[in-house]
């Protein structure tokens, strides 16, 4: 990876745009800026109740709304003044080089990839590079001889057959994408294909993505973003997914890969996923990044917030309010969901029949009193205290944002 500083276009409307929006914000969502104590609620259930749930946004809420840069780009800002509101105090700079990408789709130990032309392994033991010969095969793999060897196999109607084996890992390349065969699907990827050794010794083998930094984000933005909203709403996603992976190259996830594929780093589908209108939007910002102390900052960002972004572990992950992830087309600004009250008795079987709802505490940011950070389901054979966090999951809510509203079910007996 290569950093450094870089000025990128001036956001000088910023300011003015917030200024006007804050005299549009209620008064106390202004003053409100930090978290404050809030009073615990509690709500009565019942005999055989339903319990209403209301609640705001979708995701952590930390650093980027997407629906809210979407909002953003609609009031006017750039995608410059999009990424200064999110990740206020960071500064800018660039990022180039490359990324390794652990594909968790495919299962096996092998690696399959389509024969096409130009088709090249590389044994990273040796250093040596081979063209694969244009076979009758229709399928090439890797696979693992051993501890510290690879075999190179092609595939006939006959069945596979061995070409060669080659010293350490080896990889596939190409002049041009590479289609790998995984046992759910088949996904085409930008770079190199690579069969990785989780360490030294080791007889399995993960497979590894290894690409540009500007040719993985083409297969990140469209899977976070819609590439059809607005220009400067996809290119602040490129800018904070572009900053995120600098940030997770930089404190990768294993020895022989930096970043997943999932949900839990940033959703990647290789070149299979891209789309031209989200490839424009990462040419426009290339190897734009934010930093902190000259070093990629940790640019987390959420499908909706809510109204309100949470705290997160750095200073620039600030809660604040957010003007502009309200607007029409947001969904999951504002959602409700009915949950019988039998659901939460087996998510936590030990309280018995539930009687009382009680949230103890929030953390004092919007509606509400802001997400809910710890609470107690009472019951009649006993209690049980959680986090926000075990409830959105046990429940599958959207967010930690939440209130409650218990009314008994229609023509319910009392227990």
Same mark, same amino acid.
């Given at each position: 990876?290569?950093?450094?500083?870089? @000025?990128? +276009?001036?956001?000088?409307?910023?300011?003015?745009?917030?200024?006007?929006?804050?005299?549009?914000?209620?008064?106390?969502?202004?003053?409100?800026?930090?978290?404050?104590?809030?009073?615990?609620? +509690?709500?009565?259930?019942?005999?055989?109740?339903?319990?209403?749930?209301?609640g705001h946004g979708y995701g952590h809420g930390h650093g980027m709304s997407q629906y809210g840069a979407e909002g953003a780009a609609r009031a006017g800002l750039s995608y410059a003044q999009i990424a200064e509101f999110y990740y206020a105090g960071t500064q800018w700079g660039t990022a180039e080089g490359t990324v390794a990408v652990n594909l968790t789709g495919d299962t096996t130990d092998d690696v399959v990839v389509q024969?096409?032309?130009?088709?090249?392994?590389? !044994?990273?033991?040796?250093?040596?590079?081979?063209?694969?010969?244009?076979?009758?095969?229709?399928?090439?793999?890797?696979?693992?001889?051993?501890?510290?060897?690879?075999?190179?196999?092609?595939?006939?109607?006959?069945?596979?057959?061995?070409?060669?084996?080659?010293?350490?890992?080896?990889?596939?390349?190409?002049?041009?994408?590479?289609?790998?065969?995984?046992?759910?699907?088949?996904?085409?990827? +930008?770079?190199?294909? @690579?069969?990785?050794?989780?360490?030294?010794? !080791?007889?399995?083998?993960?497979?590894?993505?290894?690409?540009?930094?500007?040719?993985?984000?083409?297969?990140?933005?469209?899977?976070?973003?819609?590439?059809?909203?607005?220009?400067?709403? =996809?290119?602040?996603?490129?800018?904070?997914?572009?900053?995120?992976?600098?940030?997770?190259?930089?404190?990768?996830?294993?020895?022989?890969?930096?970043?997943?594929?999932?949900?839990?780093?940033?959703?990647?589908?290789?070149?299979?996923?891209?789309?031209?209108?989200?490839?424009?939007?990462?040419?426009?910002?290339?190897?734009?990044?934010?930093?902190?102390?000259?070093?990629?900052?940790?640019?987390?960002?959420?499908?909706?917030?809510?109204?309100?972004?949470?705290?997160?572990?750095?200073?620039?992950?600030?809660?604040?309010?957010?003007?502009?992830?309200?607007?029409?087309?947001?969904?999951?600004?504002?959602?409700?969901?009915?949950?019988?009250?039998?659901?939460?008795?087996?998510?936590?079987?030990?309280?018995?029949?539930?009687?009382?709802?009680?949230?103890?505490?929030?953390?004092?940011?919007?509606?509400?009193?802001?997400?809910?950070?710890?609470?107690?389901?009472?019951? !009649?054979?006993?209690?049980?205290?959680? !986090?926000?966090?075990? =409830?959105?999951?046990?429940?599958?809510?959207?967010?930690?944002?939440?209130?409650?509203?218990?009314?008994?079910?229609?023509?319910?007996?009392?227990?």
């Amino acid at each position: 990876m290569l950093l450094r500083p870089h @000025r990128a +276009r001036t956001a000088s409307r910023l300011p003015t745009v917030l200024a006007v929006v804050a005299l549009l914000l209620p008064l106390g969502a202004q003053a409100e800026a930090a978290p404050s104590a809030v009073p615990s609620a +509690r709500w009565d259930v019942p005999g055989v109740a339903t319990v209403r749930i209301h609640g705001h946004g979708y995701g952590h809420g930390h650093g980027m709304s997407q629906y809210g840069a979407e909002g953003a780009a609609r009031a006017g800002l750039s995608y410059a003044q999009i990424a200064e509101f999110y990740y206020a105090g960071t500064q800018w700079g660039t990022a180039e080089g490359t990324v390794a990408v652990n594909l968790t789709g495919d299962t096996t130990d092998d690696v399959v990839v389509q024969a096409r032309p130009t088709l090249m392994v590389r !044994s990273l033991g040796s250093g040596r590079r081979w063209t694969l010969p244009a076979k009758s095969a229709t399928q090439w793999r890797l696979v693992a001889r051993g501890a510290g060897r690879t075999a190179v196999q092609w595939r006939t109607r006959g069945g596979w057959k061995q070409w060669r084996v080659v010293r350490g890992d080896a990889e596939f390349s190409a002049r041009g994408p590479v289609t790998l065969v995984t046992p759910a699907k088949s996904v085409t990827y +930008r770079g190199k294909l @690579r069969s990785a050794s989780p360490g030294a010794g !080791s007889t399995t083998r993960d497979t590894v993505n290894v690409l540009s930094l500007e040719n993985y984000l083409k297969g990140v933005v469209p899977l976070e973003i819609p590439a059809s909203w607005s220009p400067e709403a =996809v290119r602040a996603q490129a800018v904070a997914a572009r900053t995120y992976a600098a940030y997770e190259r930089a404190h990768p996830l294993a020895g022989h890969f930096q970043i997943c594929d999932t949900t839990s780093c940033q959703v990647y589908g290789g070149y299979s996923a891209e789309h031209p209108l989200s490839n424009a939007a990462v040419a426009a910002t290339a190897g734009q990044v934010l930093t902190v102390d000259g070093a990629p900052a940790f640019t987390q960002f959420a499908s909706s917030n809510g109204g309100w972004s949470s705290a997160g572990s750095v200073p620039y992950l600030a809660a604040r309010p957010d003007p502009y992830d309200g607007w029409a087309g947001n969904p999951v600004h504002q959602w409700q969901t009915d949950v019988p009250a039998d659901r939460i008795e087996s998510a936590w079987p030990r309280i018995g029949d539930l009687t009382t709802l009680v949230v103890e505490a929030r953390d004092g940011n919007g509606d509400w009193g802001g997400r809910v950070s710890k609470m107690t389901f009472v019951g !009649s054979q006993g209690q049980v205290t959680v !986090s926000g966090d075990q =409830v959105r999951s046990a429940l599958g809510l959207r967010s930690t944002w939440f209130t409650f509203e218990v009314a008994p079910a229609a023509g319910a007996r009392s227990r």
